[in-house]
């Protein structure tokens, strides 16, 4: 008797610690379920690389996520989906757009000298974005068309003399596409005018930003290793009181173009530390920040598909999977107490310990909870009565044919123990397998089917038979009427 009673007192503690567990510790809801952004990226091979390799898709893997930790989205996940994608999901993100700018670009950063009796040619090219700046500022629409039509007649003549300056033959389109090829266009001779790249960006070791003094617009800021800054010190001192620029190109684009004082016709900009005046806004400057301190991507990616959650419907699911939980508990009590009677009434008690160390377990590892994985916890429900109707039926048996009630109990256990092991493991076993060879939400329901069948194996095994055991002790509660049916008892039992 005092055995069973430390039994049953250690699993009550066990049942105090997780309770306390579930209420103190917070649960980590996916996506689903939270509400939130899913990306879906896709490496593109190139030219010299045809053949996307496992070692490239994780080094795309860790470039996006130093841009992701960068972003400062909290529990982010970015997992590999076959041969050449990625999945990128943002929990409580509504709006994945800033992350579709940030991840898609490949960010690779040049530094590079004008060449040499450019002088006319690269101010006439800056002139005429000047004029292109202040046609696209015209428009007051996201898609620019909207106040680009309202001034369209002036805007069709400045369009005009800009295709004309740049010898553009294709003039098809509207205004806003218009717009584009001669940004396009005039970014390219642009970038004619500058030397090759001497300085690029796998020289930085850091990138910040700040707000430019005494003006509302920010600049980035560049810190190189040292090799970076002996070239940015050699490269600034090439062209410090001439009339050639510092051409800041990024990802194909001159953002900037900057004259290099004469002081530093000696030594150059020493210190390796550089800034990148653009206009930027607080947005842009973070963006361009974060993609410059993640590194360049090895391979281009595309955004395939974005899918957003709002919180919502993901407060509507946990609604709805609480309502399956304990509608789900609910009939299987029902059940195991009208056809199993005392032990039906032990088995929905030690039903109740299984769910709390299960979702005690969730908080403490922590298991993202999906909706896939809500149903792997009901799943495992199903589990754990399984094992518990294995038991009982066997015991049943055994006073059927006339053994007397603590016999058959134990009886009844050592009968099942086996079948239950074989099925528990034999579940386990596909989870497994389900868990390292499946993706996204096949992980978190073999996740959670997967606990739930161990912690079922101790509270079947253990939980049902301390708690059967102890009631036993009380007399009232020793009646084979209270186990079988009275037209099955046996007369010898009567």
């Given at each position: 008797?005092?055995?069973?009673?430390?039994?049953?007192?250690?699993i009550l503690a066990l049942v105090i610690a997780a309770s306390s567990v579930c209420f103190s510790q917070p649960f980590q809801l996916g996506l689903d379920l939270r509400g939130g952004s899913q990306l879906t990226l896709e490496i593109q091979p190139t030219k010299?690389?045809?053949?996307?390799?496992?070692?490239?898709?994780?080094?795309?893997?860790?470039?996006?996520?130093?841009?992701?930790?960068?972003?400062?989205?909290?529990?982010?996940?970015?997992?590999?989906?076959?041969?050449?994608?990625?999945?990128?999901?943002?929990?409580?993100?509504?709006?994945?757009?800033?992350?579709?700018?940030?991840?898609?670009?490949t960010a690779l950063l040049e530094f590079r000298a004008q060449k040499k009796g450019t002088k006319d040619e690269i101010k006439e090219l800056q002139s005429l974005r000047s004029l292109l700046i202040r046609v696209s500022n015209s428009d007051s629409s996201p898609d620019g068309s909207k106040g680009i039509e309202k001034n369209d007649e002036l805007v069709k003549k400045q369009l005009e003399l800009l295709n004309n300056?740049?010898?553009?033959?294709?003039?098809?389109?509207?205004?806003?596409?218009?717009?584009?090829?001669?940004?396009?266009?005039?970014?390219?001779?642009?970038?004619?005018?500058?030397?090759?790249?001497?300085?690029?960006?796998?020289?930085?070791?850091?990138?910040?930003?700040?707000?430019?003094?005494?003006?509302?617009?920010?600049?980035?800021?560049?810190?190189?290793?040292?090799?970076?800054?002996?070239?940015?010190?050699?490269?600034?001192?090439?062209?410090?009181?001439?009339?050639?620029?510092?051409?800041?190109?990024?990802?194909?684009?001159?953002?900037?173009?900057?004259?290099?004082?004469?002081?530093?016709?000696?030594?150059?900009?020493?210190?390796?530390?550089?800034?990148?005046?653009?206009n930027f806004t607080a947005?842009?400057?973070?963006?361009?920040?974060?993609?410059?301190?993640?590194?360049?991507?090895?391979?281009?990616?595309?955004?395939?598909?974005?899918?957003?959650?709002?919180?919502?419907?993901?407060?509507?699911?946990?609604?709805?999977?609480?309502?399956?939980?304990?509608?789900?508990?609910?009939?299987?009590?029902?059940?195991?107490?009208?056809?199993?009677?005392?032990?039906?009434?032990?088995?929905?008690?030690?039903?109740?310990?299984?769910?709390?160390?299960?979702?005690?377990?969730?908080?403490?590892?922590?298991?993202?909870?999906?909706?896939?994985?809500?149903?792997?916890?009901?799943?495992?429900?199903?589990?754990?009565?399984?094992?518990?109707?294995?038991i009982f039926e066997r015991v049943k048996d055994e006073l059927r044919r006339g053994n007397t009630l603590i016999r058959s109990i134990e009886t009844g256990f050592s009968q099942a123990f086996s079948s239950i092991i074989d099925g528990h493991i034999t579940t386990l076993i596909s989870c497994i397998a389900l868990f390292y060879l499946g993706t996204g939400f096949v992980k978190g329901f073999s996740a959670t089917l997967g606990i739930g069948v161990v912690i079922s194996l101790f509270t079947a095994l253990s939980c049902t038979r301390v708690l059967l055991r102890f009631l036993m002790s009380y007399k009232t509660l020793r009646r084979t009427s209270n186990f079988l049916p009275g037209h099955q008892i046996p007369s010898s039992l009567q």
């Open positions: 008797m005092a055995r069973q009673q430390g039994w049953f007192a250690l010299d690389i045809t053949e996307i390799q496992p070692e490239q898709v994780e080094a795309v893997k860790s470039v996006l996520d130093r841009r992701v930790n960068g972003l400062g989205v909290s529990e982010s996940t970015l997992q590999t989906i076959g041969t050449n994608q990625l999945i990128l999901e943002l929990p409580g993100e509504q709006d994945p757009s800033k992350a579709s700018r940030v991840l898609g670009k300056s740049l010898s553009i033959k294709d003039r098809a389109g509207s205004n806003a596409e218009q717009i584009k090829i001669i940004k396009r266009a005039l970014n390219q001779k642009i970038l004619e005018l500058f030397e090759p790249a001497e300085l690029t960006g796998k020289d930085l070791i850091s990138a910040g930003r700040r707000q430019e003094q005494n003006l509302s617009t920010w600049e980035v800021t560049l810190t190189f290793n040292q090799e970076g800054g002996n070239k940015f010190a050699e490269l600034t001192k090439s062209i410090a009181g001439t009339d050639q620029l510092l051409g800041i190109i990024l990802d194909g684009e001159s953002i900037s173009e900057a004259s290099v004082g004469e002081q530093f016709n000696v030594a150059g900009i020493t210190g390796g530390s550089a800034t990148i005046s653009g947005d842009s400057a973070r963006e361009l920040e974060v993609q410059l301190r993640g590194g360049s991507l090895p391979l281009p990616v595309e955004i395939v598909q974005v899918r957003t959650i709002g919180p919502t419907l993901g407060a509507e699911n946990i609604n709805r999977s609480l309502i399956a939980a304990m509608t789900g508990l609910f009939l299987v009590a029902v059940f195991m107490i009208i056809f199993y009677r005392v032990p039906g009434f032990v088995a929905v008690i030690a039903l109740s310990f299984y769910a709390i160390f299960n979702i005690s377990l969730y908080a403490l590892i922590p298991v993202t909870l999906t909706l896939p994985g809500v149903a792997g916890f009901i799943l495992s429900i199903g589990m754990a009565v399984d094992a518990n109707v294995l």
